[in-house]
Structure formats: structure tokens, C-alpha cells
Antibody, heavy 120, light 107 residues
């Protein structure tokens, strides 16, 4: 099982950035994908997740990003995206793509993370 | 949303010591709690799930206990490789949440 994030970089406050999570080694369509972030020197923060189509393909988001971030998935490409808009400086951090072991379960697999910096 | 309160935030102990970290949930999460270990520059790694089940391949010196709102994570005999930050995480609701983390330092 592998997950690899890409798309991180520098963005301006108020701007947008799209992160991608490319996966391999498992049947992507059977699993939810969760995004977790970590501000520099800080703890882990759950960002949101998208369910598999089996469970409706719907998403849930943390209050801090709801209305600004959108998670999508493309089962044909075994990938998921995190579209981040109206970025704030406090969105700076490492963003991890993760997979649960089964629906609604703990996060058993993590990507190495991609760094997002929001600064003018 | 469920708030997870972890203590202490920093813990300094010697090799061979028994160390315990506590995690409290703002409402009952039954046994839907995981513990993760994060080493500097690396993503977290799950050690314990369902409050007390040891993940495959994880040394038996790690253990977890508790249910409802109060949980403990214990290292029975601290090893130098255990230098890391430890997080609890609830998955009882679809809005997951993490504790603030406990940074474990080796004396």
C-alpha cells in the first residue's frame, strides 16, 4: 500500500492550491481517503475525508476548512484531490493523505506528506 | 465535535522506565481510540487501535487501556528508539479528532 501526496508549494493568502494523492497497492475504490495536516511544530489536525462510492462518495470537513476546502476522488485513477481555496496563513503546514483500514476506522496508512506554505 | 485532551504535553523519562500518557474525550467514544507515534520528519504510525489492540509488528512494551472517555497509553520499559511524539485520535464519529500530542524525551 502506498500513498503519495503532490502539489504542495507556496500560495498567497486568498489564493488556491490543489493537492493530489496518488495511491497504489490496494483497490482504491473500496476505501475512504482522509486528509490530515500539521502546522510547523504543532500537532495533528483532521482536515476531512471522502467516503468510497459504496458509502455514497460524500465528504466531511473540519469546521476550520468547511466551505473553503473540497475533497474529490477519481477511482479510475486511484487518486484523490484536496482543493484548497481562500487560503489563510494558518493553513500552512504539512498535508498528509491517509487511508483507513476499513470504513470509519483508524488511519492505517499515511503518505509522506507535502508542504503547503501560505504567505505573501 | 468531540474534543480530545491529552496529558502531559511533555514527558521526560529514563531508559527502562514505565511511562503513561492519558487521553480524555469530551464525550463517550466507546473504544474507538487509536494511538500514533510520530518521529521527527516522518508521518505518524499507528501503534494501538480500538483502545487496546496492538497493531501487528508493534513491540509488546506498548499497550493501551480504557473506554468511554478516559484512556491510557503505556510503555512498560522505555527504549531509546521510543523518542517521539505520541497522539491519541478518536474515530467514534465521522469528524475525527486528535489529542494535542505528548512529546517524549529520554533523560
Amino acid at each position: 500500500v502506498q500513498l503519495v501526496e503532490s502539489g504542495g508549494g507556496l500560495a498567497q493568502p486568498g489564493g488556491s492550491l490543489r493537492l493530489s494523492c496518488t495511491t497504489s497497492g490496494f483497490n482504491f475504490g473500496d476505501y475512504s481517503v482522509t486528509w490530515v495536516r500539521q502546522a510547523p511544530g504543532k500537532g495533528l489536525e483532521w482536515v476531512g475525508f471522502i467516503r468510497s462510492e459504496t458509502y455514497g462518495g460524500t465528504s466531511e470537513y473540519a469546521a476550520s476548512v468547511r466551505g473553503r476546502f473540497i475533497i474529490s476522488r477519481d477511482d479510475s485513477k486511484s487518486s484523490a484531490d484536496l482543493l484548497m481555496t481562500s487560503l489563510k496563513t494558518e493553513d500552512t503546514g504539512i498535508y498528509y493523505c491517509t487511508r483507513d483500514v476499513s470504513y470509519g476506522s483508524y488511519l492505517s496508512y499515511w503518505g509522506p506528506g507535502t508542504l503547503v506554505t501560505v504567505s505573501s | 465535535d468531540i474534543q480530545m485532551t491529552q496529558s502531559p504535553s511533555t514527558l521526560s523519562a529514563s531508559v527502562g522506565d514505565r511511562v503513561t500518557i492519558t487521553c480524555r474525550a469530551s464525550q463517550s467514544i466507546r473504544s474507538w481510540l487509536a494511538w500514533y507515534q510520530q518521529k521527527p520528519g516522518k508521518p505518524p504510525k499507528v501503534l494501538i487501535y480500538k483502545a487496546s489492540t496492538l497493531q501487528s509488528g508493534v513491540p509488546s512494551r506498548f499497550s493501551g487501556s480504557g473506554s468511554g472517555t478516559e484512556f491510557n497509553f503505556t510503555i512498560s520499559s522505555l527504549q531509546p528508539d521510543d523518542l517521539a511524539t505520541y497522539y491519541c485520535q478518536q474515530y467514534d464519529t465521522s469528524s475525527y479528532s486528535f489529542g494535542q500530542g505528548t512529546k517524549l524525551e529520554i533523560k
